[in-house]
Nanobody
Framework: VQLVESGGGLVQAGGSLRLSCAVSGFTWDGFDDYHIGWFREAPGKQREGVAIIGGDGYEGVTYYGDSVKGRFTISSDNAKNTAYLQMNGLKPEDTAVYLC??????????????????WGQGTQVTVSS
């Protein structure tokens, strides 16, 4: 399984960015709850869940971390095997490496790093004040 992120960069506070995650090599086994999620890791902080979008059987289900609710939106294009994270109203505290991940857990638990079975390599997002 490969997850490849793109779209990171430098943006001023209040600005927007859209991250993409291309997923390949994954075939659903028909049983386990798999979802695509975005996580982030800032210097000196623990990696945290940002958003997840439901996989097969959970289409349309989304969950967000408290710090990004109302500002970030996760979506997916199944035909392209790609997930997106639209980030609006960016703040300096959003600065981090953003990682795409394949998680295996009930949706409510899929924002926890322990649920991740595959990680992407990450893309840097820097928000200047």
């Amino acid at each position: 399984v490969q997850l490849v992120e793109s779209g990171g960069g430098l943006v001023q506070a209040g600005g927007s960015l859209r991250l993409s995650c291309a997923v390949s090599g994954f075939t659903w086994d028909g049983f386990d709850d798999y979802h695509i999620g975005w996580f982030r890791e800032a210097p000196g902080k623990q990696r945290e869940g940002v958003a997840i979008i439901g996989g097969d059987g959970y289409e349309g289900v989304t969950y967000y971390g408290d710090s990004v609710k109302g500002r970030f939106t996760i979506s997916s294009d199944n035909a392209k095997n790609t997930a997106y994270l639209q980030m609006n109203g960016l703040k300096p505290e959003d600065t981090a490496v953003y990682l795409c991940a394949l998680t295996r857990a009930p949706p409510l638990l899929a924002l926890k790093t322990i649920a991740v079975v595959y990680w992407g390599q990450g893309t840097q997002v820097t928000v200047s004040s």
